[in-house]
Nanobody, 121 residues
Framework: QVQLVESGGGSVQSGGSLRLSCVAS???????MAWFRQAPGKEREEVAT??????TTYADSVKDRFTLSRRNVNTLDLQMNSLKPEDTAMYYC?????????????????WGQGTQVTVSE
């Protein structure tokens, strides 16, 4: 069992930046992790993933603005720049005990409680 705790959410103006962090209760350096988000009234959608080799993938909506990286063996960071109002959502960290990653939420067994990101005009 892996517990995930997200932090770093908040309120910013359009064009601003935030860094989200996800701390895992166990070593997850060689396993896949991901960030998803869910806006009010919408389905949860993928944001970015990192596999066990360190390879990252991004949703088209966040490419060139968001950067995913591992800070250490149990911490995953999501640097979000040039934020837009449409980025407003609850952001969730997810993990799975596999090397390969997926942009599909059902793939992941472990989830955090989420951290809210609000971007105003």
């Amino acid at each position: 069992q892996v517990q995930l705790v997200e932090s770093g959410g908040g309120s910013v103006q359009s064009g601003g930046s935030l860094r989200l962090s996800c701390v895992a209760s166990k070593y997850v350096y060689k396993t896949c992790m991901a960030w998803f988000r869910q806006a009010p009234g919408k389905e949860r959608e993928e944001v970015a993933t990192i596999d066990g080799t360190g390879r990252t993938t991004y949703a088209d909506s966040v490419k060139d603005r968001f950067t995913l990286s591992r800070r250490n063996v149990n911490t995953l960071d999501l640097q979000m720049n040039s934020l837009k109002p449409e980025d407003t959502a609850m952001y969730y960290c997810a993990a799975e005990s596999r090397v390969a990653a997926s942009l599909t939420e059902w793939y992941y067994r472990y989830w955090g409680q989420g951290t809210q990101v609000t971007v105003s005009e």
